[in-house]
């Protein structure tokens, strides 16, 4: 993992009329990214897959907006559930985001071996060791292109212990530099 510090020429300059699937993959591998692991449970099964598309939409009602890949298997069961709890990643926590990257629905792959979990108010598993736990009930989705975009409305939140995220910028994990927080009273 490497510290994120400026990222110069992330890739040739290049100006184009028409855009492609790849190139417009290419020119998003410069946006850093949180790492977070989506997960559900409920009538559909139970299951989670990470992603670096989230961000918040609105405080009032506090929400969220995740994008989900329309080929997963669990892209399906975590919109048929209704439910999801956005699980926020450390700096530390690639190990998790590696084991949730890949389509495993197979019964006998347990991901969730990956640390402590329990359950919020909706019944998604929520990762203990996470930054952030955002439990949320879908209350809209689209489907555009390749992607479900989820709205989800938060029902709990709960902020772990302190750190940075684990960020996702040049198609590899990432750490911020050491924030100002980390500096002694009266230090620069």
């Known amino acids: ?18 855009v492609s699937s790849e190139l417009f993959r290419d020119a998003m591998s ?18 989670g897959m990470t992603v670096s598309s989230m961000c918040s939409v609105s405080d009032d ?46 019964a006998n792959v347990d991901l969730f071996v990956s640390g402590d979990w329990d359950r919020m108010a909706t019944g998604a598993p929520a990762f203990t060791e996470a930054l952030v736990n955002l439990d949320c009930l879908i209350e ?9 975009v989820l709205i989800g409305r938060i029902q709990n939140v709960r902020i772990n212990v302190r750190g940075d995220p684990l960020i996702y910028s040049a198609r590899q994990y990432r750490a911020l530099l050491p924030s100002d927080r980390a500096k002694p009273d009266g230090v620069g």
């Open 140 to 148: 809209g989705e689209m489907l555009y292109g390749t992607h479900h």
């Open 30 to 47: 410069c946006v850093a990214s949180a790492v977070s692991v989506v997960t559900t449970d409920g009538a559909s099964g139970c299951a």
């Open 1 to 18: 993992m490497n510290d994120i510090g400026p990222i110069r020429n992330c890739l040739p300059k290049v100006t184009v009329d028409t």
């Open 61 to 106: 009602p506090p929400s969220v907006l995740v994008c989900l890949n329309r080929v997963s298997p669990v892209s399906e069961i975590v919109r048929t559930n209704g439910t999801m709890c956005v699980n926020v990643l450390r700096d530390n926590q690639d190990y998790v985001s590696v084991a949730f990257a890949g389509d495993y629905l197979d």
